[in-house]
């Protein structure tokens, strides 16, 4: 048998599939990733591998917007998913199809979230989980992988580093390859979000969606979805504008977009704050790149001290506090709006892939301590 290298993608029935995935029949189902089960792959319920994942909220930012010069921000917040991040869509339904069809280890390279998801998923199922991730990834996610039971190593490299390892590990025992688009099912889960945001979107589409790129699979499984719901006659044929964001220190996708190619190259001495889009070549590049074509969309690097300052920003006009991926996308925006790229009435989606909890190594300020008998003494300029 022959392998191409390429990565499988999962095809459905739109039309049998239409006849039952309706608005109608959905706005009645439970508020869950599962609502989408004809697009799905899970052909049994009881294969079902879940930790109560719900929909995530869709936040006005409407203070930061203002300051921004952007009065239809918004961003969808998939920190509070099970596990932290967006990468419990994927664990779900791919650990869910992997029970289906009678994995019993899987093995997989990660920067930390989508390992600490696999694993708790993996547990949850049943199936062993045998993850290699860099040493430099956050200690939470290390920590995620312990507790859940998984065999867990560090390697004094990248994710492509761990990747290899994994294949190596894959070759000799006979692992299920879980890593990024090595199987087709991680993406399946991954697009429930686009399905999401578009229900809540009132059946539309923003004007620009802006997504923080490491593998890529977030952005492509928004694709997918949005190209399945206009096939089926369920969403008009207007695209998104998809933006992909990365930092100066791990620019490969923007590298290729900005030479307009079809795929991009190996970006030597990766390294940025928001270690989730540190990915030094995505498999599925070439795939980010048609998203970006094919709406008319953009991709950018922002700096290490634009995503930091930007969670603060975040935190103190809104609220939330992010993950550094997550406020790149903030950053991007910011600097896209600057150069007009996005109009000030724009419709405008970030995507907010983990909670800011998971990364300890936040700097704050030093905090001053107090005695038990002490009294505040409140600075009248603050």
């Not at 930790?51 to 006005?60: D, I, K, S, Y």
């Not at 969808?76 to 869509?89: H, I, Q």
């Not at 970006?292 to 809104?318: F, H, K, N, P, T």
Request: charged share 20%; hydrophobic share 45%; proline share 5%.
């Amino acid at each position: 048998m022959s392998r191409c290298g390429s990565p499988l993608v999962a095809r459905y029935d739109l039309f049998a599939a239409a006849k039952t995935f309706t608005r109608a029949n959905l706005a009645a189902r439970e508020a869950s990733l599962w609502r989408y089960s004809e697009l799905l792959p899970v052909r049994d319920p009881a294969n079902r591998v879940s930790l109560g994942e719900q929909f995530t909220p869709l936040v006005p930012m409407r203070v930061l917007g203002d300051e921004l010069g952007m009065d239809r921000l918004s961003l969808k917040d998939e920190g509070l998913l099970p596990t932290g991040s967006f990468k419990a869509r994927g664990a779900a339904v791919g650990v869910s199809r992997a029970r289906e069809l009678g994995v019993r280890a899987f093995a997989m390279p990660t920067n930390g979230n989508a390992g600490g998801a696999w694993a708790a998923y993996g547990t949850r199922a049943g199936i062993e989980a045998y993850i290699v991730m860099p040493k430099s990834a956050p200690a939470i996610n290390k920590v995620e992988c312990v507790m859940a039971g998984a065999h867990v190593w560090l390697v004094d490299g990248l994710i492509s580093d761990a990747g290899k390892i994994v294949a190596r590990a894959v070759a000799e025992y006979g692992f299920y390859d879980a890593s990024t688009l090595k199987e087709p099912y991680r993406i399946e889960g991954k697009k429930t979000l686009g399905f999401e945001l578009v229900e809540q979107f009132a059946w539309s589409v923003p004007d620009v969606i802006l997504y923080p790129i490491g593998g890529g699979v977030g952005l492509i499984g928004i694709y997918k979805a949005i190209r399945e719901l206009q096939a089926m006659g369920l969403l008009e044929e207007r695209l998104p504008r998809f933006v992909a964001v990365q930092a100066e220190g791990c620019a490969p996708i923007v590298r290729a977009f900005d030479a307009h190619q079809n795929e991009s190259t190996f970006w030597n001495d990766a390294h940025t704050v928001a270690f989730g889009i540190n990915v030094p070549k995505a498999l599925g590049d070439f795939l980010v790149l048609e998203a970006l074509y094919e709406s008319g969309g953009a991709a950018i690097a922002v700096s290490d001290a634009s995503i930091i300052e930007m969670q603060r920003r975040i935190g103190e006009s809104e609220g939330l506090f992010i993950c550094p991926e997550g406020a790149a996308t903030i950053a991007a925006a910011y600097e896209l709006r600057r150069r007009d790229w996005i109009a000030p009435h724009d419709r405008v989606l970030a995507i907010n892939t983990g909670s800011g909890l998971k990364y300890p190594e936040v700097t704050i300020p030093e905090l001053e301590l107090l005695q038990p008998d002490a009294t505040l003494r409140i600075d009248s300029g603050k």
